[in-house]
């Protein structure tokens, strides 16, 4: 069991790292757009593009680590007026719910990024495909995560994260 935990720590890091990995290439991409076009009046062609693609990747992406580490909109002020045993079905209802979620979109993903292999981005000449590739990647991170959370295990890796807020 420690090997299965252990590949699937590898894989999660990966996937959290490229999430971060597609923040930093966006903002470095939106900083280059911003600045060419101010400095110099030009803009490279791809740019935009490769903008929506990064954007729509981060935002998936972002939606599964969301979902990891339990930040995700919640009213704990409305629950909590109810007995815990409440709770605890209601806990189980939300993550069967999620992980429906995560399957629609790797159902739903799968398709759509096979319908649009044919078709190619204008500037950059890439697979249409590539921007809704995202989708079933992040769906099968999300089923990972409520299958865990179903079985009460806690998936949150970053515990400080609402210090900060």
């Given at each position: 069991m420690n090997g299965i935990k252990k590949v699937g720590l590898v894989i999660d890091t990966i996937f959290e790292k490229f999430t971060l990995l597609s923040l930093l290439a966006l903002i470095f991409v939106v900083t280059t757009q911003v600045f060419t076009r101010k400095l110099f009046n030009f803009v490279f062609f791809w740019s935009e593009e490769v903008t929506l693609l990064l954007l729509a990747w981060f935002a998936f992406m972002a939606i599964a680590v969301g979902f990891r580490e339990y930040i995700h909109l919640g009213i704990d002020s409305f629950t909590n007026l109810f007995p815990k045993s409440f709770n605890k079905v209601l806990d189980k209802i939300i993550s069967a719910s999620v992980f429906a979620f995560g399957l629609y979109l790797v159902i739903q993903g799968w398709d759509f990024t096979v319908l649009m292999m044919d078709s190619t981005l204008p500037a950059t000449k890439w697979p249409s495909s590539i921007t809704y590739a995202v989708m079933p990647v992040t769906g099968v991170m999300i089923c990972v995560y409520s299958?865990?959370?179903f079985f009460n295990i806690n998936?949150?890796?970053?515990n400080d994260i609402e210090e900060g807020m």
């Amino acid at each position: 069991m420690n090997g299965i935990k252990k590949v699937g720590l590898v894989i999660d890091t990966i996937f959290e790292k490229f999430t971060l990995l597609s923040l930093l290439a966006l903002i470095f991409v939106v900083t280059t757009q911003v600045f060419t076009r101010k400095l110099f009046n030009f803009v490279f062609f791809w740019s935009e593009e490769v903008t929506l693609l990064l954007l729509a990747w981060f935002a998936f992406m972002a939606i599964a680590v969301g979902f990891r580490e339990y930040i995700h909109l919640g009213i704990d002020s409305f629950t909590n007026l109810f007995p815990k045993s409440f709770n605890k079905v209601l806990d189980k209802i939300i993550s069967a719910s999620v992980f429906a979620f995560g399957l629609y979109l790797v159902i739903q993903g799968w398709d759509f990024t096979v319908l649009m292999m044919d078709s190619t981005l204008p500037a950059t000449k890439w697979p249409s495909s590539i921007t809704y590739a995202v989708m079933p990647v992040t769906g099968v991170m999300i089923c990972v995560y409520s299958l865990l959370q179903f079985f009460n295990i806690n998936t949150t890796r970053h515990n400080d994260i609402e210090e900060g807020m």
